[in-house]
């Protein structure tokens, strides 16, 4: 019998998913952990993988469509199924010529599902992708403005629109038979105007809903306040300048952002309250020391913003945390993360510096107490030891739930995290 793929529950709240993109075709041979699709779900992209064995019959939903978890979204058929659904044996006749697709999609009673685009093409809507044959359009050509970039009916319509418009201006243009003295000035068609010179709307992806809900959330029932400082980041960069040197042969290359981890992992152990998250009627206090490191998606895997968790960053080498930094930034990216990679952070790092920026604020990832928003480490003129001289600093701001700590915690914390940034001798330790 044919197996029914649906659509996974890949998170404990997970609802709804999208199936962004295929990765086979209908008459593919798939193998047990081939992959599938990769599905959008209301907390990151993820690999839709093949539990089984078999061929492709049917893709039952397009990509960029949402559907509901437990919905059938493609079939597959067993290895000793043929494309007719029933078991292959080698001397039975073919009773009945399958229908070709025209014919199929000619009767009411009949729904064939579009197939998906292939992996280099565009992710175009069925009744897009007829009106674009209809009137001869490229749609390599076409940018679409649907979910994921996907061209829908009315990024076709569009341009149909806009050139019959020039048509139509072309066509209206007196020919004149001689030459005669005109200074009045010639009207050129209107060039057509691009989809995204327009207004327009689009769907909320499922990372993007949950996003809003949760940060929306956090905003109304978390108390923010935020307290800055600046730190002198000459000698770690230093530090990590000598250190980078000598690991030069075993391909680690240790970021800024490697030691931001690892001390504020150590100021958190000497200051538990930046550990710990507000249980209504009491404070939760961790044990785990779980450093979250915000990752930004590519738009090509649906955008948004995915926390990945090094976990006991407190006990862990700069090595190690580079290696794994590196590992889970990298998987975000390409494969997604999997919900052990992204649970149980009790303290979030959201870092900016890389892109320019100097100074930002963050709001606070539920259930964690506090976040810290790091900016670049900008070379400036500073004073140092009474002189004025040129050295790097770099601003960092903590976003703080006020019942859990007060601006005199978070000045101490704040205190102890310069310590080990001046002093990154201390990290080695």
């Known amino acids: 019998m044919p197996i029914d793929i649906t659509m996974p529950r890949l998170s404990d709240t997970m609802e709804m998913g999208t199936v962004l993109h295929w990765h086979v075709k209908e008459g593919d041979e798939v193998s047990s952990g081939d992959v599938l699709a990769d599905?959008?779900?209301?907390?990151?992209?993820?690999?839709?993988?093949?539990?089984?064995?078999?061929?492709?019959?049917?893709?039952l939903i397009a990509a960029g469509e949402q559907v509901s978890v437990g919905t059938a979204i493609a079939r597959l058929l067993e290895e000793d199924e043929d494309l007719t659904g029933s078991p292959s044996v080698d001397a039975a006749p073919q009773t009945e010529?399958?229908?070709?697709?025209?014919?199929?999609?000619?009767?009411?009673?009949?729904?064939v599902p579009t197939p998906p685009p292939s992996s280099g093409?565009?992710?175009?809507?069925?009744?897009?992708r007829r009106l674009a044959e209809d009137h001869g359009l490229d749609l390599s050509t076409i940018q679409g403005t649907g979910p994921s970039g996907r061209i829908i009916k009315r990024d076709i319509l569009q341009i149909i629109d806009a050139t019959q418009e020039t048509e139509a201006a072309v066509v209206s243009t007196p020919q004149s038979t001689h030459v005669v003295a005109d200074v009045t000035p010639i009207q050129q068609p209107l060039a057509p105007t691009s989809p995204w010179q327009q207004d327009r709307t689009e769907p909320l992806s499922n990372m993007r809903q949950i996003i809003a809900k949760r940060l929306v959330e956090s905003k109304q029932s978390i108390p923010h306040y935020q307290v800055s400082m600046t730190f002198d980041m000459d000698p770690l960069m230093e530090m990590r300048k000598a250190l980078n040197e000598q690991l030069s042969a075993t391909g680690i290359k240790l970021s800024v952002n490697d030691f931001l981890v690892r001390c504020c992992a150590l100021a958190m152990s000497e200051h538990p309250a930046f550990n710990a998250s507000f249980g209504g009627d009491c404070i939760l206090y961790h044990g785990p020391v779980n450093i979250g490191m915000a990752v930004a998606l590519p738009e090509e895997r649906g955008g948004g913003l995915v926390v990945a968790s090094i976990r006991n960053a407190d006990q862990k080498s700069l090595r190690t945390i580079?290696?794994?930094s590196s590992y889970l930034a990298k998987k975000a990216r390409e494969t997604g993360l999997t919900m052990d990679e992204m649970a149980d952070a009790t303290f979030t790092i959201s870092n900016l510096g890389m892109f320019g920026v100097?100074?930002?604020t963050a709001i606070i990832n539920p259930p964690n107490s506090a976040i810290l928003a790091v900016g670049a480490a900008i070379e400036k003129p500073v004073v140092r030891d009474g002189e004025l001289v040129v050295g790097h600093e770099m601003s960092a701001t903590l976003s703080l739930d006020h019942r859990v700590i007060d601006g005199a915690m978070a000045a101490q914390y704040l205190k102890t995290l310069k310590g080990f940034i001046e002093n990154p001798a201390s990290l080695l330790v």
Do not use: C, W, Y
Request: glycine share 4%.
């Open 358 to 360: 100097e100074h930002f």
């Open 322 to 324: 580079s290696q794994e």
């Open 97 to 111: 010529t399958p229908k070709p697709v025209e014919q199929a999609k000619a009767e009411p009673t009949a729904e």
């Open 39 to 59: 599905i959008e779900t209301d907390k990151a992209t993820m690999e839709l993988q093949s539990f089984d064995d078999g061929v492709v019959q049917n893709i």
């Open 121 to 128: 093409g565009a992710r175009v809507s069925p009744v897009a």
